[in-house]
């Protein structure tokens, strides 16, 4: 097949499910850019012409998380097909290939817990744990990327994701903790044009991949959640027209990334984490049903978290729940008690 009908026939998804184990390296050249096909859902496009801006897209770090994988997948074939113009340096990830195989959120162990160097203490157990060596693979494929970029040069990484449940405001995002750097205003206004207007900042270090790359490259990284969690073909495309539509212009590198870009969005909320709820033992359950919607919120008194040891009791009028989740293994995350800032 030459590399006009391998473009025209090409679906990244279908890709991914017929290589889950990996394959070699290739690359081709096209008119405006190089793309080289790392390995399973790792993607580099490298544009022919001068760019100063690398940008990350990653979507399917959990497999369930349909509408992000349709989403980039399209722009990966429009990319292909001369219909998405690359102005930037970009690298395309689908994250957990096999899980998506599976439309489950993890096979083993939840992989968005295993970035910033957390899978190597479960190197020992790779071959139980198959999201090790992914979350190994993409942090390599992300170092690989960023190292080509100078000081100067922008860094982004958007990790689309979709919520479990309905939330109160359909499109929020989880901008990582910065350590000492300042949050940047750009990463607001894009939010923005995405139709995402509410932004929950995060209080601490974490595992998760935005994190990571923020973390270790000072990307300016962000958790997207662009809706709720249905199945391959269920997804109602127009619900994240704005979100594509400016996915697109990222790529097409018409955003400014620079620290000085004026903060232009208007009526986002942002939340602050107040508390993190973590499974402390087997007996930990969250008294939420399982229809409530992220961001909805409690009186005070609430027994929000029952534990014979360490319940959790809402503290004051108007705290919130994001990401509650009964299904998680003694030490990680049941729920964020968050409040509007
Ligand atoms: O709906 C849920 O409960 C989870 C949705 C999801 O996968 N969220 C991410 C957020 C990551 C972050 O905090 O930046 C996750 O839980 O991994
Ligand atoms: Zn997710």
Redesign the pocket.
């Given at each position: 097949m030459n590399t006009q009908e391998f473009c025209k026939t090409f679906n990244l998804l279908d890709f991914v499910r017929e290589n889950l184990d990996g394959h070699k390296p290739f690359t081709m050249a096209l008119e405006d850019f190089v793309v080289t096909f790392h390995d399973v859902g790792i993607l580099e496009f490298k544009p022919k012409a001068e760019s100063q801006q690398y940008l990350v897209l990653s979507a399917g770090?959990?497999g369930n998380?349909t509408a992000p994988m349709e989403i980039v997948s399209d722009m990966v074939h429009d990319l292909l097909n001369g219909k998405l113009e690359l102005r930037c340096h970009l690298l395309v990830l689908i994250g957990h290939p096999k899980a998506m195989l599976e439309e489950n959120?993890f096979i083993d162990f939840?992989l968005?817990?295993m970035f910033n160097g957390e899978w190597k203490k479960y190197w020992e157990r790779r071959d139980e744990i198959c999201e090790v060596e992914r979350a190994k693979r993409l942090e390599e494929a992300v170092n690989d990327f960023f190292s080509k970029s100078c000081a100067n040069d922008t860094r982004t990484h958007l990790?689309l994701?979709?919520?479990?449940?309905a939330s109160k405001y359909q499109k929020f995002a989880?901008y990582?903790y910065l350590d000492s750097r300042e949050h940047n205003p750009a990463v607001f206004n894009v939010m923005q044009d995405c139709g995402v207007n509410t932004i929950l900042l995060?209080h601490k270090p974490?595992t998760?991949f935005?994190?990571h790359s923020s973390h270790n490259y000072k990307a300016d990284s962000i958790?997207v959640?662009l809706g709720k969690?249905k199945p391959f073909g269920e997804n109602d495309r127009e619900d994240f027209a704005a979100a594509e539509k400016t996915l697109r212009q990222l790529v097409e590198a018409s955003y400014n990334f620079d620290h000085t870009t004026r903060y232009k969005a208007n009526g986002q909320r942002l939340f602050k984490v107040k508390r993190e709820l973590l499974r402390v033992s087997d007996d930990s359950h969250l008294n939420v049903d399982d229809g409530l919607a992220?961001f909805s919120s409690f009186e005070k008194g609430f027994e929000l978290l029952s534990d014979p040891e360490k319940p959790y009791v809402v503290e004051s009028d108007g705290e919130a729940i994001v990401?509650?989740?009964n299904n998680v293994p003694i030490g990680q995350?049941m729920a964020l008690v968050v409040e509007e800032v």
């Open positions: 770090v959990h998380e959120r939840n968005n817990r990790d994701h979709t919520a479990i449940r989880i990582p995060y974490s998760v935005s994190y958790t959640e969690v992220n990401f509650p989740n995350r």
